[in-house]
């Protein structure tokens, strides 16, 4: 067997699961060879070696994977344990286990313990199994970055942001430093919990480490402030952006919509335009936010309007809970009741909160008819959710 048989590693049963598990997940073979991935035409970093096998990984292209190994070598990059583990996990996801194999027997037994545990680690998030995951993450005796930021990812997705800051802190007292994945997931965790003071503090080891140049990393600073309330430092971080995305124009947007500078956000709004960056739906629903929480009801049809009408974007579930929390707040009961009429069925059928949105307009307003054939809806979708019953007995309540 490719893991369990290596005389260097010490927990065989272990090495038994990570085979099967990687043997279950090979897809069949496809019918036509898809095409190759894109080599670098330059010297590239480990980091950017490290993207481009994950890129194969996803892609199942194991011929380019093996054009990037040999990129490597001839860098004489193999040292890095992260680039290892990215080229163990692309050759097995690709089948190439006679590849996988002759990565796995040069490996140190210290680093082939951290590969295998950081890999079922990253399999017991997939299967959202967090006491399993730490326990692997418990047992790895000298952690790498890639164990650290795995567990710190599966907290952070979990709601468990607070326990990814804390371990974020043993990591950099640990002597690992911040890569562009760490701090965003880091990041991510700090707009999560709203704690802004770490989150400045990560911040300014992410300029001490010139990671601020990176979009990706950019945008989740711009995200982490406006989130956390301080929109002049998303502002201030937006600014320094060479040529900020759709991501990055719609964070900061959201920014000041959060902060309640609703013109501001419209302004932004114009401007992306004009530097020719194309709106999203995720951009649309910044918007139709802001106009829910300033009460900007006519505002928010037109945006709405130019959003499936003149830029061709389908409304998602989301920009239809904003709208449907507008005309409820506003008291268009009517218009918010024509609609839902008009949704495509699997967004009623699957969104619980489109329904919770217009029963909270129909208590709002006193509607029991309306309100008792949306709490029926609700509760069809959501059967053990207390809501739908709390809300239909406060409309009761307040009608009576």
Not at 65 to 85: C, P, S, T, V
Not at 134 to 154: E, L
Not at 254 to 261: E, H, I, Q, V
Not at 295 to 307: H, I, K, S
């Amino acid at each position: 067997m490719l893991l369990s048989s290596s005389p260097q590693f010490q927990n065989p049963e272990l090495g038994r699961q990570l085979e099967h598990h990687h043997r279950q997940q090979l897809p069949p073979q496809p019918q036509a060879p898809p095409l190759p991935l894109p080599l670098p035409t330059r010297p590239a970093s480990a980091a950017e070696y490290g993207r481009l096998l994950q890129a194969c990984t996803a892609a199942r292209d194991g011929a380019t994977g093996k054009k990037i190994h040999r990129l490597i070598l001839h860098a004489r990059l193999e040292q890095h344990i992260h680039l290892r583990i990215n080229l163990l996990h692309m050759y097995l996801k690709c089948g190439c286990l006679g590849e996988a194999r002759e990565i796995f027997d040069k490996l140190s037994r210290r680093e082939s313990n951290v590969i295998v545990a950081t890999a079922l680690l990253k399999m017991y998030s997939r299967c959202g199994s967090l006491d399993d995951a730490r326990a692997v993450f418990s047992a790895i005796a000298a952690r790498d970055k890639v164990a650290w930021t795995a567990m710190m990812a599966m907290l952070a997705q979990h709601a468990r942001a607070e326990d990814a800051l804390r371990l974020c802190r043993a990591m950099l007292l640990d002597g690992q430093a911040l890569d562009e994945i760490t701090a965003i997931t880091v990041l991510s965790a700090c707009a999560d919990e709203s704690a802004l003071p770490y989150g400045a503090a990560i911040a300014a080891a992410i300029a001490q480490a010139g990671l601020d140049a990176d979009v990706r990393v950019a945008n989740a600073l711009v995200h982490m402030y406006g989130t956390c309330g301080s929109p002049a430092a998303a502002a201030a971080t937006f600014a320094t952006m060479a040529a900020p995305n759709v991501i990055s124009w719609t964070a900061i947007i959201s920014a000041w919509a959060r902060a309640g500078d609703v013109e501001r956000s419209f302004d932004l709004f114009r401007a992306m335009q004009q530097h020719g960056v194309e709106p999203d739906s995720v951009s649309f629903v910044s918007l139709l936010a802001a106009c829910s929480h300033a009460g900007l009801t006519a505002q928010a049809l037109d945006y709405f309007a130019a959003m499936t009408q003149d830029h061709g974007i389908a409304a998602t579930p989301e920009c239809h809970g904003c709208l449907l929390d507008l005309l409820g707040r506003a008291g268009w009961l009517d218009a918010a009741e024509e609609m839902i009429a008009t949704l495509p069925v699997e967004h009623l059928q699957s969104d619980a909160r489109l329904w919770r949105a217009y029963l909270g307009a129909c208590k709002t307003f006193g509607d029991r008819g309306r309100g008792q054939r949306a709490a029926g809806r609700l509760l069809d979708l959501r059967p053990g959710d207390p809501a739908g019953y709390v809300e239909l007995a406060s409309l009761y309540r307040k009608k009576s």
